[in-house]
T-cell receptor
């Protein structure tokens, strides 16, 4: 199993540009989440999904959209990038409450 | 979810046990204690979790006090690869969101 994969690993955007961060998992997990981690800080939940077709907001959802058309994929869209969205983005998946599996992260810089 | 308090940093000699404390004095009866670690900007990695009994797996042991107000994560034989930020998190389960509230964590430096 590849686990949780994320693309791209690095991205530089200009203010106002849009892009999609990709996340995929091959463990057939029903739950998937997106977190962001700012320098020296812990992770904060952006959006989460409890299954295909079902998504909900986390604690910092503004400026981001998600969709979950399949169990495997959970893309995160930045609608109009802002410097405040410069961060490292982690996708995670789980089944039940035992453990969450995190991807390697996408390092995003918005100029 | 209850808040946790951890020391910002700790050192440990390679091969010795690393004991990482966590205070969660406001924990409620249905909250579990989870430990994750993050090695140099990689994605966090699950270590262990428990409710009130001590737990052990291939990575670590978790000791929870009887009043559940604090816990200790024990890495029995620390190696250089255990150098990481360790996060103690309390969470109600079951949980739809699966939201993990990451605080500042403890930076463990394992030294040769």
């Amino acid at each position: 199993n590849a686990g949780v994969t994320q693309t791209p690993k690095f991205q530089v955007l200009k203010t106002g540009q849009s892009m999609t961060l990709q996340c995929a998992q091959d463990m057939n997990h029903e739950y998937m989440s997106w977190y962001r981690q700012d320098p020296g800080m812990g992770l904060r939940l952006i959006h989460y999904s409890v299954g295909a077709g079902i998504t909900d907001q986390g604690e910092v959802p503004n400026g981001y959209n998600v969709s979950r058309s399949t169990t495997e994929d959970f893309p995160l869209r930045l609608l109009s990038a802002a410097p405040s969205q410069t961060s490292v983005y982690f996708c995670a998946s789980r089944t039940g409450d035992n453990e969450q599996f995190f991807g390697p992260g996408t390092r995003l810089t918005v100029l | 979810d209850a808040k946790t308090t951890q020391p910002p940093s700790m050192d440990c000699a390679e091969g010795r046990a690393a004991n990482l404390p966590c205070n969660h004095s406001t924990i409620s009866g249905n909250e579990y204690v989870y430990w994750y670690r993050q090695i140099h900007s990689q994605g966090p990695q699950y270590i262990i979790h428990g409710l009130k009994n001590n737990e052990t797996n291939e990575m670590a042991s978790l000791i929870i006090t009887e009043d559940r107000k604090s816990s200790t994560l024990i890495l029995p034989h620390a190696t250089l690869r255990d150098t990481a930020v360790y996060y103690c998190i309390v969470k109600v389960i079951p949980s739809n969101t699966g939201k993990l509230i990451f605080g500042q964590g403890t930076t463990l430096q394992v030294k040769p």
